[in-house]
């Protein structure tokens, strides 16, 4: 049984494969990015706006950074959760991310449990409707 689709925006492929692996078991289809502009190219192909259920996306990336991504993520798919994961925490930033509508700042190492407490909570309450 899958419990639909979850995004994981970083730069570095080792961080990818470890979140990957955090969330193994639990039947998620991840999609990967390795930076916001390939997120939005990739949230642009087939039916994936519609159907991801939750992003995880880093900050500090090439090209197309986090913040810019958030933006974007926030104005074309206002519905999908989004949680940022950083290993340079930031309160300013994070302030400023959570009036975006972020669900939740996480400091890299992630830990396991924590990873997958906010990923079953944010897949269970869904997405919201009429941002």
């Known amino acids: 049984m899958s419990f639909g689709k979850i995004m994981i925006v970083d ?41 991801v259920g939750l992003i995880l996306c880093d900050i500090r990336m090439p090209n197309v950074n986090g913040v810019e991504c958030v933006d974007y993520l926030r104005a074309n798919a206002p519905g999908i959760p989004l949680v940022v994961i950083t290993a340079f925490p930031d309160a300013e930033l994070a302030a400023s991310l959570m009036k975006k509508g972020i669900k939740e ?22 997405k919201e409707v009429g941002l």
Do not use: C, M, S, W
């Open 105 to 126: 700042y996480l400091v890299k190492p992630v830990d396991k449990e924590k990873l997958v407490n906010v990923v079953d909570k944010l897949i269970a309450a869904g």
């Open 11 to 51: 730069d570095e492929q080792d961080v990818r494969e470890a979140l990957k692996l955090q969330l193994a078991g639990k039947n998620f289809n991840i999609l990967e990015a390795e930076d916001g502009a390939q997120a939005i190219a990739t949230l642009k192909q087939e039916d994936h706006l519609t159907n």
